[in-house]
């Protein structure tokens, strides 16, 4: 399967092409001056990182085939709705040196374990001019930071691993009308055997890489959102997986996860989320909540809402280490003490829900059954919504 996977890397690159190529007016005509340079360098470098990954994966096989040894225990996945604290929770955790979680630029520069050595080394050649790489590094992603802080060397989402399968639901912000990246937010429900088998495969190969290159003793440390599709996969397909699923409520979540979407908008076009984009993400969100609602009851899975993050961290970091049978560590204790001292982060993100036409209203008429049923059944591990 393998095999196939890298087969689909090649195959995806004209058809990734012919995506993006369609989805030029899809922010209306006025943008296409924008978006048409703008999806031919995206498709260039997806493309160049697409081959070179497949020989970089090719060279694991023949210099380093003992990572196929590695075994994956007890992973853990920190999913669930998105805007509910995935990222802080993942950074959180991380302090403890028993975890990895890939950074940015190993999972979008560096799958193989080729690749990590050549970058490794190519990091050191260029020392020098490390300090205009930051700054022009933090130009870019200054408009997000407020949002999502996105850093190389610090830990991201691991679906950026997936790219090159087109398997990583970001995809559809740049491709709207292209129902393939849309499905994978129903990748459980909607997608053929074949490809679920093959994504799977080859995720968790790339996690088997990350260890033999970090440790084989350290337990993974994975965050996605937009994982909560597969909560089947991922426990039939490795075994004693942990879970853990974060939630807050929707009227909270909705305008916040859509105005998240703005810069992205920005960089693709106009900076406006079209009403097809939005309704097919309040879709998205809904079908997010029913998900979870599937599995909670599941002891494979822990709930947490955000507002226990907030409110009683100690509390929450001691069942979380409870969950995942681990003592507390020194370094999880310093990191909840910092946390506490540092006081409630106060973001300066802001939205309302008018901006999105939406009211406290209608919220409620669409997601209260679905999450009055969640909270019923993990109330015992939440906090007063």
């Known amino acids: 399967m393998m095999i196939v996977a890298l087969l689909l890397h090649l195959a995806a690159i004209p058809a990734m092409g012919m995506y993006l190529l369609f989805a030029v007016p899809a922010e209306g005509m006025r943008h296409v001056w924008k978006r048409l340079p703008l999806f031919i360098v995206l498709w260039l470098t997806l493309s160049l990182l697409s081959v070179i990954h497949v020989i970089g994966h090719l060279l694991d096989e023949l210099l380093f085939f003992r990572y196929r040894r590695v075994v994956i225990r007890e992973p853990v996945f920190i999913l669930g709705i998105p805007r509910s604290g ?88 740049a491709c709207p009308r292209a129902g393939h990246f849309w499905r994978l937010a129903w990748f459980d429900m909607k997608l053929p055997a074949w490809y679920r088998r093959t994504v799977l495969i080859f995720y968790a190969r790339c996690l088997q890489k990350h260890l033999f290159y970090h440790g084989e003793e350290l337990r993974i440390l994975s965050k996605n959102p937009s994982f909560t599709s597969l909560v089947q996969s991922l426990l039939d397909n490795f075994p004693g997986a942990r879970i853990i699923a974060c939630t807050r409520p929707p009227a909270e979540v909705l305008p916040s996860q859509l105005s998240s979407l703005r810069p992205v908008m920005s960089f693709l076009g106009s900076g406006k989320l079209s009403p097809q984009i939005q309704n097919t993400m309040i879709g998205l969100l809904h079908h997010y909540y ?26 929450a970091v001691t069942s979380l280490f409870a969950f995942l049978a681990m003592p507390k560590s020194a370094a999880s204790l310093e990191a909840v003490a910092r946390a506490r001292e540092g006081g409630k982060h106060t973001s300066s993100h802001r939205y309302t829900l008018a901006e999105f036409s939406l009211t406290e209203a209608i919220i409620e008429d669409r997601f209260q059954h679905v999450w009055s049923a969640l909270y019923a059944a993990t109330s015992k591990e939440n906090t007063p919504a």
């Open 86 to 173: 995935t990222t802080y929770l993942q950074r959180l955790l991380g302090n403890d040196d028993r975890f990895t979680t890939l950074a940015t630029w190993e999972a979008l520069l560096a799958p193989s374990i080729s690749e990590r050595y050549v970058y490794r080394t190519l990091g050191r050649l260029l020392q020098p001019v490390e300090n205009a790489v930051i700054a022009v590094r933090r130009k870019l992603f200054r408009a997000m930071d407020d949002i999502h802080r996105i850093r190389l060397q610090e830990p991201e989402e691991d679906f950026l691993l997936l790219l090159p399968l087109m398997a990583c639901l970001l995809v559809a912000f």
């Open 290 to 315: 029913s998900q979870l609602l599937k599995y909670s009851r599941d002891k494979r899975v822990y709930f947490l809402p955000m507002a226990m993050l907030q409110s009683d961290l100690p509390n």
